[in-house]
């Protein structure tokens, strides 16, 4: 059981990232390969919120998702919007993240640092396994956000457009949709969820500036198993990661978890090449 | 039209800027007079090992100074020739190649990067260069291989051998063993094996785990299934504070013995806020350290040391990270006893143990090499075990 | 007017020349003693810009998100260290087993890449950077696991020790050759053929391309440069270690490719110099590294959206038009005369019964049509009446559910696409499918991809086949251009036509197959009058030569005048069947057809667009 929660709550960061990556993609049908740098920024301005200014956890948390959000905005105008083409856009966020990785670096240092959750940071056991209070806040926050995301996109006019624009931008364009301001609504979102998630994050994984490459592929890799565009499919998809991961090193041995999770992906991909919980296309004619 | 020109402009701009930026230094000569060049890999972002690379410079500036100080090698005033890779192997091979087809260096230091060492060294010994190797590999301990190489750090034996004495004192019989995946832990987790073994212990279980996971509760899982009286670990960085949060989340009451790397982790060292110090985690931590880690008041070359690291830049790490600055003094006392700063005279002088006892090193008091072998035969005292506390310079207890 | 003149005298040397002087150049730098530095720099720009070039061809070319060659740049790397600590150290014997070892590395992760999309595509393939570490340390005692490989030996050529400079020397050969290689291709109906895969793979199926086979060609060659490229940097340094195959250095490559232009051969040159250069100097900024290379990436790619090569071509472009090089009229000229049309056999093609529901709505049922060679037979219904599904059933995009469809007799399976398209039969589409930069007399030689083979190694080594079937490509191409009044426009690129000359394209393109059977899938939509008039003067030659051609058409004089047999559909069967003089005269397909054309249409039945993707209409 432990092993199962370890599997999860690692899992739950890969799917926190897989979320991210996925607004933007709804939103842009692009990829915003910065997200886990704006995560590991986020854990670092908890780190700063809760240590260096000693704010209470509600105003730490305030502080990760307003600054993250500013950042993602100045992405979206610097690195996003003046590139039209989506390959262009892969080089310019790409470059963003390594720029936030270095910045981390000379803001922050190199070594990892301790960042303090909420309340106890004591391990608990549950149903006959052990897991930190934050490990849980992990899991839960990842299911919590897929949960909501996804009543909101059913139920709301925004969310629907989203949906629209990934489908079709000149059909939303003639629906009277903000194709431009919405993309950039969906970057804002994503720095205020990726500061919400970096103080989650950290406790977890230490504020570290390298975090961020650890992150990015296999954020992506979950979101390939559990099929582009459907947030449960990330969510499942991050689960899976992180079990796959656990359960290689503990029965394999380390240098199998990846290669574990590499043949996961092809498997699920050669059988369902939308992923699990893709939108099943029929034939591309 | 505008726009895509002003855009031009910019890139031809920023084109031009660039080479202006890397301003190749010159390689001194070898008359008396000109500097005595000692090349090191350098730089400032090596990702994780970041502070180990940048200490080690320091530690290499602050032994130049301190030579200088007292007349320089041989009279020629050394000038310590920084190679910015980062800890790169491609690069730091690019930079040493550059600067020999200017100006072969008189030696060579590589402070921190097993990797680094690895793809230098045969060009250094193909050109007959000094190499004073603080990242150990086993080509450069060897004189057979490379006669003008030597490693300073102390051995993965003298490491995993430190650990017997505390065995013995604590009566632990079964062994566990958790190490990274670098080339240096590898050698540990093999080494830790058969030297506790063929001391009588019973290694109930060896486990590795991938320097770059998040999460290490597998290995801690199926190495606690093995019941083990203690845990041996290797870790830097944040997979030291990942196995110590694993081992607290399984509630295992396990007594842990990190090795010399997991002291000179800061997150291991410091006081909240930077660091872990006076977290449950670190209840049954106790580390391996070089003697000199311990503030001795009575350690002159030591505190010598420290002051003149301290004066220049910081000490991130422990005196471990430190050796750059024995590699200097090392080189210049092999100068003087040979009188002579050709490559083979200074390697001949370094085997003799008088010369190197006699050098002021600061990390390890005296580097006994021989003829056979280039690695130091340090005494099995060389480390002990401490409480985890604050280091601070370097050292623990230190006066600051 | 001087600059024009000076422009001329620039255009009027190939472009590949002026590659050819950097290669000479680069071949005579060791006299102009360059210092080590610039030889180092020159050979490490190189050896990226193969694994670049590699990225070029199945990315940029081939349009598969198969980014993984920094993988096999590693295995070519570990291949030729292990097999030189093994004793083998000529370079040649080196360069084949590294390029053989990231061949089978290519094939075999390209194999999920034949049934995956785009960005699963690109995951999986970069996922194998990230398995490099792994698979180095479990092979730890061959490959010398994190510490790096050693005791790599010098490299020799038939047993010379290879100096420094020979070394330079070879890294230079080897890239001239692989660039020479890789334009040949390009430029040749494999180039070609990459592109069209790329812009639609419903569209190199329909000229008798295997996808399958095609993707294939890609990923390999896509690996080859990457494959010498880790033989020549094993050899260069003596020394393999993992920093080499690194995501940076993974990301480094993409973003030379991208920087550089994907869609360009020596593109891949100029990004990799840029990037290279750009990683070399930035260590000069110390802790600002990592900011600087960012800032790089993000700068560059702002400002060369499209890549260097993409900025450049409007350029020559406007210059070639200011120069006068490229006709500006773009008028279509007319039916030509001559005898471009050669006697063909047509086949008889016979549709029984055929069935086809999409979920629960059914588009066709049981629809039975017969086309004579030397006939046009013409299928028209009200939108939505299942015209088009039907060609694509005859095509074998779709499977029918029930029914038999025949050729001569022998009965058509629901085999491949291409396979159908191999029996002769060709077709054009509602919405041209042009891929971009391709000019108009190669769109027309590609459909005789199927006509006449010419190999992928004839197509590199540019062998007396090879030369012979491209004379015949293009002298073919070129009088069917004649045939259908675009033969003035043979030079010019495809995509940029108006749609009436792509229209015509496409039946020029589908006559370059030499067909039994022709499907016009709406060819005189849009086309303006004199437009029309020369199609149907073209068709009806292409008929008189024997052919047998199926025409979807709304416009109903054009299909009165032309067809010899009519067949009429209406929700999803056959209304009618006759000759124009039938059919016109029968008030059921008066009534049905020209009456209220659009009751009865079916707004959800999958219409082929330009993407060729699955839309509703």
């Not at chain 3, 059933?393 to 398209?421: F, N, Q, S, W």
Request: aromatic fraction near 8%; hydrophobic fraction near 50%.
């Amino acid at each position: 059981m432990t092993l199962i929660y370890a599997g999860l709550s690692l899992g739950a960061v890969y799917a926190l990232v897989a979320i991210g990556y996925n607004i933007v993609f709804v939103a842009s049908r692009s990829f915003n390969f910065a997200q886990a740098q704006l995560m590991t920024i986020g854990a670092f301005v908890a780190y700063t919120g809760h240590v260096t200014f000693g704010l209470p956890a509600i105003a730490v948390v305030l502080l990760a998702m307003i600054a993250v959000m500013l950042i993602a905005s100045i992405e979206e105008r610097i690195a996003v919007r003046p590139v039209a083409d989506h390959q262009t856009q892969l080089i310019t966020t790409l470059g963003f993240g390594t720029m936030l990785t270095g910045i981390a670096q000379l803001v922050w240092g190199s070594q990892p640092l301790d960042v303090p959750f909420v309340g106890a940071k004591g391990a608990i056991t549950l149903l006959g396994g052990r897991l930190y209070t934050f490990e849980l806040g992990l899991i839960v926050l990842a299911i919590v956000l897929v949960v909501v995301i996804h009543l909101y996109n059913r139920r709301m006019m925004s969310g629907l457009a989203l949906v629209a624009m990934s489908q079709d931008d000149e059909a939303a364009l003639l629906r009277g949709i903000n194709v431009r301001k919405l993309a950039f609504a969906a970057f804002a979102v994503t720095g205020l969820l990726a500061g919400l998630m970096g103080f989650f994050i950290g406790p977890k994984t230490f504020a570290v500036a390298t975090l961020g490459s650890a992150l990015a592929l296999k954020g992506f890799v979950a979101l390939a198993i559990g099929g582009f565009g459907s947030f449960y499919g990330g969510l499942a998809g991050g689960f899976a990661v992180g079990l796959v991961e656990a359960h290689a090193a503990r029965y394999l041995g380390s240098e199998f978890s990846n290669l574990s999770v590499f043949l996961i992906l092809i498997l699920v991909l050669m059988i369902r090449p939308t992923g699990l919980f893709g939108q099943l296309q029929e034939r591309t004619v | 039209m505008k726009v895509r020109q002003a855009r031009w402009a910019a890139l031809a701009a920023a084109v031009l800027i660039l080479p202006a930026c890397g301003a190749p230094d010159d390689g001194g000569s070898n008359k008396a007079s000109e500097p005595f060049v000692i090349m090191i890999s350098g730089g400032a972002d090596a990702g994780p090992v970041t502070d180990q690379l940048r200490t080690a410079l320091t530690a290499a500036r602050a032994g130049v100074a301190t030579v200088n100080e007292e007349g320089g090698i041989n009279g020629r005033e050394v000038k310590l020739l920084e190679s910015p890779d980062n800890a790169n192997p491609t690069k730091a091979l690019s930079a040493l190649r550059a600067q020999i087809a200017k100006k072969k260096p008189d030696a060579y230091l590589v402070g921190a990067g097993s990797n680094v060492s690895a793809a230098i060294a045969p060009i250094l010994n193909q050109n007959k260069i000094l190499f004073v190797n603080a990242a150990n590999i086993a080509a450069t301990g060897d004189p057979k291989q490379h006669p003008l190489a030597f490693n300073l750090a102390a051995s993965t034996q003298v490491v995993v051998e430190g650990y017997l004495p505390m065995f013995e004192a604590n009566g632990y019989k079964k062994i566990g063993v958790l190490h990274g995946n670098s080339a240096y832990a590898k050698t540990f987790g093999k080494l830790a094996e058969s030297v506790f073994k063929g001391a009588g212990y019973d290694v109930a279980g060896v486990e590795e785990y991938d320097s770059t996971a998040l999460d290490m509760t597998a290995q801690i899982s199926t190495l606690r299934a093995a019941g083990p009286d203690v845990v041996v670990f290797n870790a830097y960085g944040a997979p030291a504070g990942y196995v110590l949060k694993g081992i607290t989340k399984l509630g295992w009451d396990v007594p842990l013995l990190g090795d010399t790397s997991v002291s000179s982790t800061p997150l291991i060292t410091q006081e909240p806020p930077v660091g872990l110090l006076g977290s449950p985690d670190l209840k049954h931590l106790k580390l391996e350290v070089t003697k000199s880690t311990v503030y001795d008041p009575s350690a002159e070359a030591t505190n010598k040391a420290v002051k003149a690291m301290t004066s220049i830049g910081q000490i991130k790490g422990s005196m471990n990270n430190c050796l750059g600055y024995d590699a200097i003094l090392l080189v210049a006392a092999a100068a003087k006893s040979a009188n002579s700063t050709e490559p083979e005279a200074m390697a001949k002088a370094l085997e003799d143990p008088s010369v190197t006892s006699a050098a002021g090193t600061a990390v390890y008091p005296t580097y006994p090499f021989s003829a056979d072998s280039h690695e130091p035969k340090l005494p099995l005292d060389t480390h002990s075990f401490a409480e985890p506390g604050p280091i601070v310079n370097g050292q623990l207890n230190s006066p600051k | 007017m001087t600059t024009v003149k000076w422009w001329k005298t620039l255009r009027a040397v190939p472009s590949w020349a002026y590659a050819a002087m950097l290669g000479v150049f680069l071949l005579v730098l060791p006299a102009l003693q360059p210092g080590y530095s610039v030889t180092r720099q020159v050979q490490l720009t190189l050896i990226l810009a193969l694994v670049v070039s590699g990225l070029n061809l199945s990315l940029g070319y081939a349009g598969q998100l198969a980014i993984g060659q920094v993988a096999m740049y590693a295995a070519g790397a570990y291949t030729a260290g292990i097999i030189s600590v093994a004793g083998v150290t000529d370079l040649l014997v080196q360069l084949l087993a590294a390029g053989t070892a990231a061949l089978v590395v290519g094939i075999i992760t390209g194999i999920p890449g034949l049934r995956l999309g785009s960005w699963s595509l690109a995951m999986t393939s970069f996922f194998l950077v990230l398995l490099v570490p792994d698979v180095v340390s479990i092979f730890e005692e061959h490959t010398g696991g994190q510490l790096g490989l050693t005791g790599i030996q010098g490299a020799t050529l038939f047993g010379y020790q290879l100096t420094p400079t020979d070394f330079y020397l070879s890294v230079v050969v080897v890239a001239i050759l692989w660039f020479a290689a890789f334009r040949n291709i390009i430029v040749s109906r494999h180039g070609i053929a990459f592109q069209m895969l790329k812009h639609s793979p419903v569209l190199a199926s329909s000229v008798g391309m295997s996808v399958f086979r095609v993707k294939l060609t890609g990923y390999a060659t896509g690996a080859i440069p990457a494959g010498l490229a880790g033989a020549l940097f094993a050899n260069l340094d003596l020394f393999v270690s993992l920093d080499a195959f690194g995501f940076t250095v993974a990301t480094g490559a993409l973003a030379a490719s991208i920087l550089g232009g994907s869609v360009s051969v020596y593109g891949a040159l100029l990004g990799a110099a840029v990037v290279e250069f750009a990683s070399s100097r930035s260590d000069s900024f110390q802790e600002y590294s990592l900011v600087f290379f960012g800032l790089f990436l993000l700068v560059g790619g702002v400002l060369l959206s499209g890549g260097v090569a993409g900025a450049v071509r409007p350029l020559v472009a406007r210059l070639d038009r200011a120069a006068g090089l490229i006709g500006a009229d773009r008028r279509s000229s007319g039916a030509g005369e001559g005898e471009a049309v050669h006697r063909i056999d047509g086949g008889l093609l016979e549709v029984t019964g055929v069935s086809k529901a999409f979920g629960g709505n059914r588009v066709l049922t049981g629809v039975s049509l017969r086309a004579e060679p030397g006939r046009v037979t013409a299928l028209i219904g009200p939108n939505g009446s299942g015209k088009t599904t039907m060609l694509n059933l005859i095509c074998g995009y779709y499977r029918r559910d029930v029914g038999e469809i025949t050729m001569d007799g022998k009965p058509i399976k629901t085999a491949a696409t291409h396979l159908i398209a191999r029996l002769g039969v060709a077709r054009t589409f509602q919405t041209p499918l042009i891929p971009r930069s391709v000019t108009v007399r190669d769109v027309v030689a590609s459909g005789r991809y199927t006509v006449e083979r010419a190999s992928f190694a004839g197509a590199i080594l540019r062998t007396p086949r090879f030369r012979a079937v491209r004379r015949r490509d293009r002298q073919r191409a070129d009088e069917i251009l004649g045939l259908v009044g675009l033969g003035h426009l043979a030079g010019t690129e495809a995509a940029t036509l108006p749609l009436g000359m792509r229209r015509m394209l496409e039946v020029a393109r589908g006559l370059a197959a030499e067909p039994k059977v022709l499907l016009l899938d709406e060819a005189a939509s849009g086309l303006d009058e004199a437009e029309v008039e020369t199609l149907a003067e073209v068709i009806r030659r292409i008929r008189d030569a024997g052919c047998t051609i199926i025409l979807v058409e709304h416009n109903f004089g054009l299909v009165l005048s032309l067809a010899d047999e009519i067949v009429v559909l209406a929700r999803g069967s056959v209304l009618a069947v006759g000759p124009p003089s039938k059919i016109a005269n029968d008030p059921r397909v008066r009534d049905e057809y020209l009456g209220t054309s659009d009751e009865g249409a079916r707004p959800d039945e999958p219409v082929i667009t330009a993407a060729g993707q699955e839309s509703t209409s």
